[in-house]
Each structure stands twice: as C-alpha cells, then as structure tokens.
C-alpha cells in the first residue's frame, strides 16, 4: 500500500471518496465511501453485485470487490472534499479478466512487451441540458446545427469556462 488514503483524507480534507470501476458499457459505477471507512475499503475493497452493473455475471455470482488503486487518486476540483479512485475488481479473490480497466492495462502490458506505446486520454465532448435531461438547456439553442454558434457559446459561457478551468486543475490541458 504506497498511499495511505485515510492520512490523505485528513491531510487534504476529503471526506468521502468514489470507488469506481467501469462497466462492460462504458459506464462508470461507484460507491461513496466516507473517509471513516476508507482503511477498510482501501484492505478489502468496495462491494458490488457484478451482475448488477453489467459485468456479464448473474445473482448467483457471489459479491465482487473494488479494490481502490490509491496511486490514481484524483481529489475533485469541483468538489474538494470528494476523492476519486479507480479500482480493480476482484470476484472470489480472483481479478475480473473482462474487467475494462483489467484488459486495458493486460493491453498496454502486452504492447509494451512488444516495444509499442498506447496513448489513451479523455474526449471531453458534451452536451448541456436541462436537470432533467429531456431537453438541451439553453432555450435559444434552435439551430438544426448548433455547433460552433458563438453565441450559444457565450451564452453558456459561465459554464463551460468553469468546465475549462477544472479540466486544467486536472492536468488535462485542454486546447480548445
């Protein structure tokens, strides 16, 4: 254990941490944690029904864990006293081989064998709409094709430079 995630939790004022892992969809599942319980989570692992968050398992399966990868830990810059981890999960004390993050670093292991070199990043593309999620959340937005519009752009402004400044405070770099 390199990161010792409840001296962390008080040194930098977290208090509670998402333990996630993603799914064979793409989606990332979670769990938040408290920083009270994060010693236990960070020995054992967070509990989850892999069935449940489509990991081709049934009920039958019995609970997989999420070990937290403590090394990747990124406090939130939205929200400071959050933590995100990644994890590594686990089923009967066996990694979960089709597990996405578990193929990914099976791949880069395998390229890197072979004298190649993986690049992976983030996209960030996305859509601003309402809280519900049924519609876009700009009501002057009614172009067929709103890309580039500057000023839907600047109408949002607010928003999205907020979106900009916390992709920077992450080490993302984003250009444009």
Not at 161 to 168: A, K, L
């Amino acid at each position: 254990m390199s990161v010792n995630l409840a001296d962390v939790a008080r040194e930098k004022g977290i208090r509670y941490f998402l333990i996630s892992f993603t799914d064979l969809f793409g989606v990332v599942r979670s769990k938040l944690v408290p920083a009270s319980a994060i010693a236990g989570m960070q020995k054992d692992g967070a509990g989850f029904a892999g069935f449940a968050a489509h990991l081709d398992m049934t009920p039958a399966d019995a609970d997989m864990f999420g070990l937290p990868d403590a090394d990747r830990l990124i406090q939130l810059p939205w929200k400071p006293e959050v933590g995100w981890l990644p994890s590594d999960i686990y089923l009967g004390g066996k990694i979960v081989a089709h597990g996405p993050r578990t193929v990914l670093k099976r791949v880069l292991a395998n390229t890197k064998d072979k004298g190649y070199l993986v690049k992976t990043g983030v996209e960030c593309e996305y859509f601003i709409l309402t809280p519900e999620g049924t519609a876009v959340a700009d009501s002057a937005d009614l172009q067929p094709k709103p890309c580039y519009d500057q000023q839907a752009l600047m109408r949002r402004y607010d928003l999205i430079s907020e979106i900009c400044d916390h992709m920077e405070t992450l080490g993302w770099g984003p250009y444009q």
